[in-house]
């Protein structure tokens, strides 16, 4: 448990490069006696009279059998450092050996492990960055792609805060100039005119609602991952795309061999973007359009991270669904590339590339017996009435989670921990606005710019506890 409580004078160190093997290592050291633990370390290192960072060469004392160890040491002697103590970095060969035993003779020394994110906690506390730039550094560690750096460094130079610290300023005068006319209420004195605060609060309320827009944006930024149903023709696969999209996005028909394209919706699940995907039935080809129907299905679904594999329910007690994902159809031969990609399990399944697949029954509304296929492994559902729609989300985010973590990490973090707080501002906002124009009083509309106040504030890192610092700081690796 991260505790804000936390002694921050204390001196800690960690490894604060790769964990791999490298070319150069890093060891970064913080804390009021930081420098002094470096003296103790390194024979012959005197401290500098200079308050400005400096560079000195040092020979480290690692003790039997390492012995001496040359480094590189960027010695930050004041409180103006990233983590707003004195701070120690040490650059040497990055062997993850030596750099273990830097870390355990500055431990010697004095100084104690590092626990994960505590340096960019520090940073926090000390006042050198905000929450939403704390989880930026996070956001910049785990980006996937170049969208989601850019997205990272974008926050981590304060373009998501730095609007919100100014509305919050803005709000506290607003607020200011209120209150003081309350205090005059009996000698009719305004401090500030109605007019005057309907602008301001409809300014806030625009900022707020562009943040809104610009942590969703961010949330979404992650990287949408395929997910592909298969199966053979009129199963229900795109009854179920529709009722998972919530919206008809696929041609639905009792005759089968409707869809020959390839049709996808966008949607999140369980926060993380995904795109559904139906194709054509499994079946043998019996002409051209039929042969790159397939064919295209089959490069779909090589590239999905999820296979869902549809069988009507009527059918699929005694039914392999692996046998589905083995080859195009019933009549044809299996592709040799993939006999070997299913574990054997019933009802989910991992393939050697690490994409998963789920055994989804269709239809049920149309079968006596569906617990029966519940028993059996299979995910029971029907597009038409909407049935097992929800254990089926729930399948899919497991399976996500499996293959990529969880999904609230860096920059999305950010969106998740102030959806709330965000919402909150913007309605209080909102409400303060009808107080004004309906002459309600300004009383009420001082009580909900304060409720803005606290929520922004949340969100920017003003104000804060012990479980949010956990949330966000706990994400980290140690050295960080």
């Not at 409180?79 to 993850?96: A, I, K, N, Q």
């Not at 730039?133 to 996070?138: C, G, I, T």
Request: charged letters at 25%.
């Amino acid at each position: 448990m991260i505790s804000a409580a936390a002694d921050t004078r204390t001196t800690i160190v960690a490894i604060a490069s790769s964990s791999a093997p490298a070319l150069r290592g890093i060891v970064r050291i913080a804390g009021e006696d930081a420098v002094g633990v470096l003296a103790a370390m390194a024979s012959g290192f005197v401290a500098s009279a200079s308050t400005r960072p400096y560079r000195v060469d040092v020979s480290l004392e690692l003790g039997a059998p390492l012995g001496k160890l040359a480094a590189a040491a960027l010695v930050w002697p004041t409180s103006r450092s990233y983590t707003g103590s004195p701070s120690v970095e040490l650059h040497t060969f990055g062997s993850p050996p030596l750099l273990e035993a830097i870390v355990a003779a500055a431990v010697r020394a004095g100084a104690r492990p590092a626990g994960p994110g505590e340096f960019t906690m520090r940073a926090f506390l000390a006042g050198r960055i905000d929450l939403t730039q704390a989880e930026a550094v996070l956001g910049v560690i785990d980006a996937a792609d170049r969208d989601q750096l850019d997205a990272a460094l974008d926050q981590l130079a304060g373009n998501v805060s730095r609007p919100l610290r100014s509305v919050r300023d803005r709000l506290l005068d607003l607020l200011a100039d209120i209150e003081a006319g309350l205090d005059f209420v009996d000698e009719d004195i305004r401090f500030i005119e109605d007019e005057s605060v309907l602008s301001e609060l409809s300014g806030a309320a625009e900022v707020i609602g562009e943040a809104k827009a610009q942590l969703t944006g961010r949330h979404r930024a992650i990287a949408t991952v395929d997910i592909i149903l298969r199966g053979l023709p009129n199963v229900g696969k795109s009854s179920l795309l529709n009722a998972l999209a919530g919206e008809t996005v696929a041609i639905v028909s009792d005759e089968a061999g409707t869809t020959r394209d390839v049709v996808w919706h966008e949607l999140e699940i369980e926060g993380r973007p995904v795109r559904l995907i139906d194709t054509a039935g499994q079946e043998t080809p019996r002409d051209a359009i039929m042969r790159e129907s397939q064919r295209v299905a089959r490069d779909s679904q090589r590239t999905a991270a999820i296979t869902l594999v549809c069988v009507d329910a009527d059918v699929a007690v005694g039914v392999d669904p692996r046998e589905l994902l083995r080859g195009n159809g019933p009549d044809e031969t299996a592709d040799e590339t993939s006999r070997d990609r299913c574990e054997d399990t019933s009802g989910v399944g991992t393939r050697c590339d690490g994409t998963g697949w789920l055994a989804v029954a269709t239809r049920c509304d149309l079968v006596e017996r569906p617990d029966e296929l519940a028993a059996a492994g299979w995910i029971v559902t029907s597009g038409r009435e909407g049935q097992g729609l929800e254990a089926l989300r729930q399948a899919i985010a497991g399976e996500l989670d499996r293959q990529f973590g969880l999904p609230e990490r860096g920059v999305s973090a950010t969106a998740a921990r102030c959806g709330d707080s965000i919402v909150r501002a913007e309605r209080a906002i909102g409400a303060a606005i009808d107080a004004v124009s309906t002459e309600a009083g300004h009383e009420w509309v001082a009580g909900e710019i304060r409720v803005a106040l606290a929520a922004i504030g949340e969100e920017t890192g003003e104000i804060y506890t012990d479980d949010i610092l956990d949330r966000v700081f706990s994400r980290f690796c140690i050295g960080k």
